[in-house]
Structure formats: C-alpha cells, structure tokens
C-alpha cells in the first residue's frame, strides 16, 4: 500500500522550511501581544492596530514570494513588516536585529527602520521590498498597481503582492486599481485580509456578494477565497496566484478569510461583537492549528513546539529592550525627511 502523502509532503515544505514559518507564527504572536502591553504602559504612544489572531496570513502568504518580490502593506502591518523581513535574514543575529528595528520603531526611536518617524502605521524595510504600511485604508493598493506596471516595463520576473481588509475592498481607489490592472494584465497579487470588520462595520452589512473575492469576476480576473487561519489554504492560493501573476496572465484577486482578536485599535470598546463571537474565532487559532500538523506528520514533539514558542518569547523580549535602551530622534532632525 502506498504511503499516505501528509499536508507537509504536498505543499513541498520542508522541515526547515515548516519550522521556520511555526516560530514566524509564534514571535508575531508575541510581539503583538507585547505591543498591546507597552500601548497600555504609554511606552508606544498613538494609534497602533494589532495583528493577533491573523499570523497564517502574513505568513502563508509571505513565505511563498521570491526574495526579490515587493510588498505593500496596510495600517495593520506589523505582521506582514516580521514575515517579509523574517522569510529574507539569514542568521540569527540577522533575525534579531529586524526585530530589535521593527519595536524601536514602534516606540519613535532613533534605531527603528524609518528611525522612529514612522511608528505603527507606516513601518516600512525598502531593503527587504516592503514598500511600507500606509495610514490610508487601501493606500497601498494604487502604489501596487504602479509597482506592477514598473515591473512589466522592465520586463523584470517579480511580482507586488498587495495586503489590504475587507473596509479597503470598498474604496474607489481598490477598483481603480484592479481594473487598471487587469486591462494591462500586470504582475501583482491582492490579498484582502477579510477579518470580519472595518473598524465597527461587520463585512455582513458593508457587502451584498458572499464573498469579496467574487468581486474579480467584473474585471475578468480569477478570484478565490480561502481559509485565513489555515496557513497550508494560504500558502497554496498564493503560490498560484504568484505563479500566475509571475508569467504575464495579469493580477489575481484573494480573500483569506480571519479574525482580529483585538479591537481595531486601543481606543476601540468592541461593541460591535459578542465575547462568545470572539472566543468562537479564538478556538480556530492558526497557530496550533499548524503546530498540530507538524506533530502529527512527527515534524516536531509537542515539546519542541513549546521550546519554539519559549524562543520566540526572548526573542521578542530582547527587542523591548532595545527598543527602551535607544534613543529618541534629536528635536533638531525633525525635518529631515519632509519634502515641501
């Protein structure tokens, strides 16, 4: 009798490779659970929108490009800033050192990768082709047709991957964009992250289609919606939509299907949706889900998966402190950077 092929075998992970996307699962977590404690302590101040609950995503999505493939992300980016940076370093010094960046910034300080100008809305790593996050709900998806369109003049083999919610699939500037892209059948992937709500506005009032994906059909697209909070759905719908962007046939329209287990942002009382709704999503959490998998192909022991998650919180830890050992930007530097 031949051997049963498991998830692992089929999407040609590797053990390495499976790993790698478990502990960029794990430190997302984390660090946005220490996000959260640092908005309460004021140590981050301002608006910041947290990314737990929706790690499979970032993740599954992310770990499929190539390393020269850009990215543009939304003002719930965190997740997205880790994975593209995490899926490019190379050792571990490499991977503490994007994290060490990416808390810094958080915290308006000097050493972050915009050097504390950008903070949680509009972290960006130019060098990793994370084009940034943007403040603007969908700003990110016009800037993702122009890449696409440089792309196609230089005849260059990349694709643009764009990240944005459900609440940016009804601006006018997703529709302009995706019909732009369509008619010049231009090399760029959008993802919309479906987490349920645009601030307070659940998908279930804001949209009269089933699925937000059925929307590429009026531009003559494929489009297909997935299971966001199984990283395998993810890593698969984005592996062909790539792959089918990458060889000149024009964009691809995907829906993951999540949840945000916080509030929009700090502010946000969550009004909107029941604690049973919220525990609901929770017991779909995407992380074991995928540890599970990984133990039961003998991947990993249970044990192993607990050491990854005890890594992932010292990692996470080390970038709180130095975060909190830099320093702020001089008052004298404000300038620099604006352009008049």
């Not at 390393?67 to 593209?84: E, F, M």
């Not at 994370?130 to 792309?151: E, K, Q």
């Not at 993951?256 to 999503?281: A, I, N, P």
């Not at 990692?315 to 050992?325: L, P, Y």
Request: with cysteine; proline share 2%.
């Amino acid at each position: 009798m031949a051997k049963k092929q498991g998830r692992l075998e089929i999407f040609g992970l590797s053990k390495k490779k499976a790993l790698d996307l478990l502990r960029q699962m794990w430190e997302i977590r984390l660090f946005e659970e220490r996000v959260y404690d640092l908005l309460g302590q004021n140590v981050i101040k301002g608006a910041s929108h947290l990314y737990a609950g929706e790690e499979a995503v970032a993740v599954g999505a992310i770990s499929t490009l190539h390393d020269d493939d850009l990215i543009t992300s939304t003002h719930r980016g965190h997740g997205h800033c880790h994975a593209r940076g995490a899926s490019l370093v190379k050792t571990e010094k490499a991977r503490q050192d994007h994290y060490d960046k990416m808390m810094a910034e958080l915290c308006g300080r000097e050493t972050g990768y915009c050097l504390g100008r950008g903070g949680s809305m509009h972290i960006a790593d130019v060098e990793s082709n994370n084009l940034g996050a943007n403040g603007i709900v969908g700003g990110g998806v016009p800037i993702a047709a122009g890449v696409g369109l440089s792309i196609k003049l230089r005849k260059s083999d990349q694709v643009c991957l764009v990240i944005f919610g459900d609440g940016a699939a009804n601006e006018g500037a997703f529709h302009e964009s995706i019909n732009m892209s369509s008619i010049w059948k231009l090399p760029v992937v959008y993802l919309c992250e479906n987490n349920q709500y645009g601030m307070s506005m659940s998908v279930k009032r804001a949209f009269n289609v089933e699925f937000i994906s059925q929307r590429a059909a009026a531009y003559g697209i494929p489009g297909v919606t997935v299971d966001g909070n199984d990283m395998f759905s993810v890593y698969d719908a984005i592996s062909q939509a790539a792959a089918h962007a990458r060889s000149g046939q024009g964009p691809v329209l995907v829906e993951s299907l999540t949840y945000r287990w916080r509030g929009h942002s700090k502010s946000d009382r969550q009004l909107y949706r029941t604690r049973d709704e919220v525990k609901e999503w929770q017991s779909r959490d995407p992380i074991p889900r995928f540890a599970n998998t990984l133990v039961e192909n003998q991947i990993l022991r249970a044990e192993e998966v607990e050491q990854i998650r005890q890594r992932a919180y010292q990692r996470v830890e080390e970038a709180v402190k130095f975060a909190e050992a830099s320093p702020e930007p001089e008052v004298s530097t404000i300038m620099e950077g604006v352009y008049a």
